[in-house]
Nanobody, 116 residues
């Protein structure tokens, strides 16, 4: 069983930065696609960014200038650097791991609150 533990969320003023981390258990991290999703109040969960095992990245178009995803395979950890945060970035951010088999796992989520 894969466990994902997110950290790094919190309260920040608009214009500030946060770095989210997601640590994965098990030995499958390096071959997996890692994704960050967010659940904004009143909206469906959306994929914010992802990074493949080879380091290819994807970003939600509206966020690509402010968010950066990265991974450290040695630490089995994926990061989401969020800069120039806006109140509309407020929500719960979830880490997702997708194995080559297609199986997916979710973290418990971390709350990000951006005050105006």
């Amino acid at each position: 069983q894969v466990q994902l533990v997110e950290s790094g969320g919190g309260l920040v003023q608009a214009g500030g930065s946060l770095r989210l981390s997601c640590a994965a258990s098990g030995s499958i991290f390096s071959t997996s696609v890692m994704k960050w999703y967010r659940q904004v109040p009143g909206k469906q969960r959306e994929r914010v960014a992802q990074i493949t095992s080879r380091g290819t990245t994807y970003y939600l178009d509206s966020l690509k200038d402010r968010f950066t995803i990265s991974r450290d395979n040695a630490k089995s950890t994926v990061y989401l650097q969020m800069n120039s945060l806006k109140p509309e970035d407020t929500g719960v951010y979830y880490c997702n791991l997708e194995r080559p088999t297609g199986s997916t796992y979710w973290g418990q989520g971390t709350q990000v609150t951006v005050s105006s």
